[in-house]
């Protein structure tokens, strides 16, 4: 494997200093969906925790830091569920919080952010807007300014979903990742590699918010004037350097997807196997949705990775009339 700044004793490290609460989170094959992809296919579920997203894992072990170097204060930008993970890690280790959000983001997201204690602040513009006013409250008020994949705990916190499913994952062929801020793709993809070389990593994101794929397409930085998806969580513009040559080594392809196959992908997992997830994590199943020929006959792993949503939304969306292929 090429260079890369994540470390597998590092990753292993991580897991002795992640509430347990947010670990070893159920893995099981999904009959249910099979028949409607065509293939083989388990489901790493990262929503069935207090966050109901993965983004715990890496806080906690960025939470841990801070708490151990005496650092009592920090920020981060959020499109919600780095921030309700950053308050919730920074809550149980005296940590005060402010998570600065697009007053566009999910509504649920911003008030659980709220009731587990942190400061919100809202900023008009995207996620982008976002990480630019709390880069600015991190150097003017001198405090730390947690920035999610370009912070390695972030990264290697994730990673340990990819310790389970070496762990635990009956023989896979394919491990289908959410691409956005890429500390998942990076963090799984990168212990996937290590321990199981010959399983395929596809990274996904959406049609709507492409600039961590074209960059990894064309092995260099690529960013984007705007986006146009309901994937908040994976909906980036400026691709981070050093995630993007994490992200080259690990990763075997990275495909983009429409809305509506999101879409579908939330109404199956709904319909099929129970679940009511947010956009960014039925990624998976719409990747499967659009290439079912490149899937057919093997064992895919899905990464669930988040089920924060507004419910009169969510219902919009699933409650449409169902997505046909041409």
């Avoid at 925790?49 to 920020?75: H, Q």
């Avoid at 579908?264 to 319909?271: E, I, S, V």
């Avoid at 009511?276 to 899905?302: C, K, M, N, Q, W």
Wanted: proline share 4%; net charge negative; with cysteine.
């Amino acid at each position: 494997m090429q260079e890369t700044r994540l470390d597998t004793a590092r990753i292993r490290a991580a897991r002795r200093v992640i509430d347990p609460i947010f670990l070893d989170t159920p893995l099981y094959r999904c009959e249910a969906l099979e028949t409607g992809l065509g293939c083989t296919v388990s489901i790493k579920l990262e929503t069935a925790n207090p966050i109901r997203s993965f983004k715990a894992r890496g806080t906690e072990v960025v939470a841990n830091l801070l708490a151990d170097s005496g650092s009592r204060v920090a920020v981060c930008a959020s499109a919600g569920n780095l921030g309700q993970a950053l308050a919730w890690s920074g809550r149980s280790r005296g940590i005060d919080v402010t998570v600065v959000a697009s007053r566009f983001a999910t509504v649920a997201k911003l008030d659980r952010i709220r009731a587990l204690g942190a400061r919100l602040e809202l900023v008009d513009g995207d996620h982008e807007t976002a990480r630019e006013r709390a880069a600015a409250i991190a150097h003017y008020d001198g405090i730390r300014l947690v920035e999610d994949s370009l912070d390695i705990e972030t990264c290697e916190g994730a990673a340990t979903i990819g310790l389970e499913l070496m762990d635990t994952a009956p023989a896979f062929d394919t491990v289908l990742i959410a691409l956005g801020g890429g500390a998942l793709a990076t963090g799984v993809g990168h212990v996937v590699k290590a321990l199981a070389p010959g399983v395929e990593v596809i990274c996904v994101q959406p049609l709507g918010a492409p600039a961590m794929t074209y960059s990894w397409r064309q092995r260099r930085v690529v960013t984007t004037d705007s986006t146009n998806t309901i994937a908040d969580g994976v909906a980036g513009r400026y691709p981070i350097p050093a995630v993007l040559n994490d992200l080259l080594p690990v990763a075997d392809d990275a495909v983009l997807v429409q809305e509506a196959s999101i879409i579908a992908g939330m109404r199956m997992l709904l319909t099929h196997a129970g679940l009511i997830v947010e956009p960014s994590a039925a990624l998976g199943i719409a990747a499967i949705l659009e290439d079912p020929d490149r899937f057919a006959d093997r064992h895919v792993v899905t990464i669930v990775c988040g089920s924060n949503v507004d419910v009169d939304v969510y219902q919009h969306w699933v409650g449409a009339a169902p997505v046909r292929r041409s």
